[in-house]
C-alpha cells in the first residue's frame, strides 16, 4: 500500500483540456457521486439541466420503468424523452459530446462524455470564482422548467 501521505486529492480524475477550435483552457472531472443529481448536456450547444433525484417527475419516470430493465441506459433514455429541448432546440442527453463554452466547439479530448463534467478554466483558481460561478451557472445550467408539458 502506498504512504499515508499520498493522498488521492484527484478522485474525480479532474484535469485540463484546451478547446481544440479556440484554444480556450477549460477543466473536466467526473461527475461526483455525492450530488444528489444528473446532468445532462445538450447535443448542440455547451448548456445542460440538472436533474434532481427529489424531483417529482424524475421520480414518476424512474418508478415506471420495469422492474427487470431499471438500468442506467434505460432511465437515461426516460429522462431524455421527456427533458423539454434547449433553447438551441437541442436536446439533452446524457452522452452529448462536451463543448467548449466560449465557441461551443466539441471537445474532442472527452471521448467518453457520460458523467463527465466541464467547466471554464477559472474553476481551478485560488481567487474568489463565487461571483463568475454564479453567473455561469445562471448562463449554462437550467435547473428549473425541464420536463416537456
Do not use: K
Not at 56 to 61: D, E, G, L, P, V
Not at 107 to 128: C, N, Q
Request: glycine residues 4%; proline residues 5%.
Amino acid at each position: 500500500m502506498g504512504d499515508p501521505d499520498e493522498v488521492d486529492d484527484n478522485w474525480l480524475n479532474g484535469e485540463e483540456v484546451a478547446c481544440p477550435e479556440c484554444h480556450e483552457r477549460l477543466y473536466r472531472l467526473d461527475h461526483s457521486p455525492l450530488l444528489d443529481c444528473y446532468f445532462l448536456y445538450c447535443d448542440s450547444c455547451p448548456m445542460r439541466v440538472d436533474v434532481s433525484y427529489y424531483d417529482n417527475t424524475f421520480m414518476t419516470i424512474a418508478d415506471a420503468l420495469p422492474s427487470q430493465d431499471r438500468t442506467y441506459a434505460t432511465l437515461m433514455a426516460a429522462l431524455e424523452a421527456r427533458l423539454r429541448r434547449c433553447d438551441c432546440a437541442g436536446r439533452f442527453r446524457d452522452s452529448a459530446p462536451r463543448r467548449c463554452h466560449l465557441c461551443s466547439s466539441v471537445l474532442t479530448a472527452i471521448s467518453a462524455p457520460s458523467g463527465v463534467d466541464v467547466w471554464p478554466g477559472w474553476w481551478t483558481d485560488e481567487t474568489d470564482t463565487a461571483s463568475l460561478e454564479e453567473a455561469f451557472t445562471a448562463r449554462y445550467f437550467r435547473t428549473e422548467d425541464l420536463w416537456e408539458q
